[in-house]
């Protein structure tokens, strides 16, 4: 018996094989987080600042998985591969930018929260935020529109990972696909935050590793078996998918430009992504940090990208696209190793999910309800609103997943560009910047997360203006513009608000050397 998913199928003993090893490596990432939690306990850390950033003790190796792990998600393993099979080279160029989003968030970024957080005791990025600018409206225009987009980039995650098992289970299982991956992944979060994070991402990356180096490896042993070398299978590519190997196919230079920078520069401020820069508590580990997570993200990325067009040279008729990795791993490999590329297909989306929750449940629990209205919550009642909080993103998430629309794909698609031109340039002249004031960040946040919602409609939506997009802007990528935006916004009412500039002493903590203690309480804010 075997189950047919267009193009090719998989035999019922393979599906078997894949999930037996699906059901060990949940076993033991539900076991880690309750290890860890247990542990947490018995050394008295198990307060909410140990949860969202496990005392900023994390090794370099840890820091690093998490980095990659987070900002990977299930397009590494699923949408990249699939986008390849379906435009050719010219796609796994363009996004092997993404690489960069490490570098930002543990370089650029994560030097200056590292003196930050050891000045004022933070434990969430956007409570360095409010301290700088003293302003309760920043921290709720940065809290909801990353709590937004953050649930609905959540459930795309999902629905990804439903997909994908109910592909390998050969069923209609995607409901029971969505329960396992929320339940799973809620419960190792649960139980031991960033710690057990940490310890399941170190698992998570070794196994996306093994999966791409199998991956990569079997289909460049497939095409020389097929075609003679790997030669002989570009220049059939060239004949039967002549589009795979030329550079202006899928993307115009505008577009492959937009493409870049948002992949390689706007993702890098996804405050699952940022939230890593508050894990550590030395800058020896932000440079190893750096260093492995470029490379494992380097690999993995850069590999998968590539896997797309080789898998169509092997086979080109495969109906779904996404379904390239799967046809790889049940097809081509013996089926144990079919099962690791499946645990790894959802180790990417399991990290991805988690990260999400956590940021998106501190960027309302600490960030926008304590911060904001309940400024002096036990320590015990904060851990109880971040819990409440994170279950209440992973379910609506889930709600969404289970009854799918166009418009909530519409807002799936826009939310992670929404996020990255609302926070860019607020994150990074917020730090930087000496002139940046309250009202502008807030209008930088504001206006590009509205700026993106209507150009990515404009773009990619609306029949008329898309085709009008397409030949006036020549398709350029909707967060360019957004992006430029919120920079001018940000510049322009920052000039033009400077007798609102606060007070020198919460200037002198985050850009002088000498500063008064007195101002670097992160629990104080004016307005």
């Given at each position: 018996m075997s189950y047919d998913l267009g193009g090719f199928s998989i035999s019922a003993s393979t599906s078997r094989t894949m999930l037996m090893i699906f059901a060990v490596y949940s076993v033991l990432i539900v076991g880690f987080g309750f290890y860890i939690k247990l542990q947490s306990r018995k050394g008295n850390q198990d307060g909410l600042a140990s949860f969202l950033t496990g005392g900023g003790n994390l090794g370099a190796f840890a820091i690093a998985m998490i980095a990659a792990t987070n900002s990977m998600a299930g397009g590494t393993m699923v949408s990249a591969p699939g986008l390849g099979y379906a435009t050719g080279f010219t796609a796994a160029l363009i996004y092997y930018a993404g690489f960069l989003t490490a570098a930002y968030g543990l370089g650029s970024v994560g030097r200056k929260v590292a003196i930050l957080r050891d000045r004022t005791g933070a434990v969430t990025f956007q409570q360095l935020?409010?301290?700088?600018?003293?302003?309760?409206k920043v921290v709720g225009a940065l809290a909801l529109t990353g709590a937004f987009g953050l649930t609905f980039f959540t459930t795309g995650q999902i629905t990804a990972g439903a997909k994908?098992?109910?592909?390998?289970?050969?069923?209609?299982?995607?409901?029971?696909?969505?329960v396992l991956v929320i339940v799973i992944t809620v419960i190792y979060t649960l139980s031991g935050g960033i710690k057990s994070m940490a310890k399941v991402a170190s698992i998570q990356g070794i196994i996306m590793l093994l999966a791409t180096f199998s991956i990569i490896g079997v289909l460049i042993a497939t095409n020389v078996r097929e075609h003679g070398s790997v030669q002989a299978a570009m220049e059939y590519l060239g004949t039967a998918f002549p589009g795979a190997i030329q550079a202006q196919t899928a993307f115009t230079f505008w577009n492959a430009l937009g493409t870049a920078l948002f992949a390689g520069v706007g993702l890098g401020v996804l405050p699952h992504a940022l939230s890593v820069t508050m894990t550590y508590n030395n800058h020896k580990k932000l440079k190893q940090g750096i260093m492995i997570s470029c490379c494992v993200f380097t690999l993995v990325q850069g590999i998968m990208c590539f896997t797309g067009p080789l898998a169509y040279a092997?086979?080109?008729?495969?109906?779904?696209?996404?379904?390239?990795?799967?046809?790889?791993?049940?097809?081509?490999?013996?089926?144990?190793?079919?099962?690791?590329?499946?645990?790894?297909?959802?180790?990417?989306?399991?990290?991805?999910?988690?990260?999400?929750?956590?940021?998106?449940?501190?960027?309302?629990?600490?960030?926008?309800?304590?911060?904001?209205?309940?400024?002096?919550?036990?320590?015990?009642?904060?851990?109880r609103i971040n819990t409440i909080c994170i279950l209440g993103i992973a379910l609506l998430a889930t709600l969404i997943a289970l009854k799918p629309s166009d418009l909530s794909q519409y807002i799936i698609n826009f939310a992670l560009g929404a996020i990255c031109s609302a926070w860019y340039f607020?994150?990074?002249?917020?730090?930087?910047?000496?002139?940046?004031?309250?009202?502008?960040?807030?209008?930088?946040?504001?206006?590009?997360?509205?700026a993106y919602v209507v150009f990515y409609f404009l773009s990619s939506v609306i029949p008329a203006t898309k085709a009008r997009w397409a030949v006036s802007l020549g398709g350029v990528h909707a967060f360019v513009p957004a992006w430029i935006i919120a920079l001018g916004l940000l510049v322009g009412v920052s000039i033009a608000?400077?007798?609102?500039?606060?007070?020198?002493?919460?200037?002198?903590?985050?850009?002088?050397?000498?500063?008064?203690?007195?101002?670097?309480?992160?629990?104080?804010?004016?307005?």
């Open positions: 935020l409010g301290l700088r600018f003293q302003s309760k994908v098992f109910a592909a390998v289970t050969g069923s209609n299982a995607y409901y029971l696909g969505i092997v086979n080109p008729n495969l109906t779904v696209r996404d379904y390239t990795t799967i046809f790889t791993a049940s097809t081509l490999l013996p089926s144990w190793v079919g099962g690791i590329i499946f645990c790894g297909i959802f180790a990417a989306i399991q990290s991805s999910i988690a990260g999400m929750c956590m940021a998106g449940a501190t960027v309302l629990a600490k960030d926008f309800i304590v911060t904001c209205f309940k400024p002096g919550a036990s320590d015990k009642e904060q851990s607020p994150v990074l002249c917020g730090l930087y910047w000496k002139k940046a004031t309250a009202k502008g960040v807030f209008a930088s946040t504001v206006g590009g997360f509205l608000t400077q007798r609102d500039r606060v007070k020198l002493g919460y200037f002198q903590v985050f850009f002088c050397e000498d500063y008064d203690e007195a101002y670097a309480k992160v629990d104080t804010l004016k307005d």
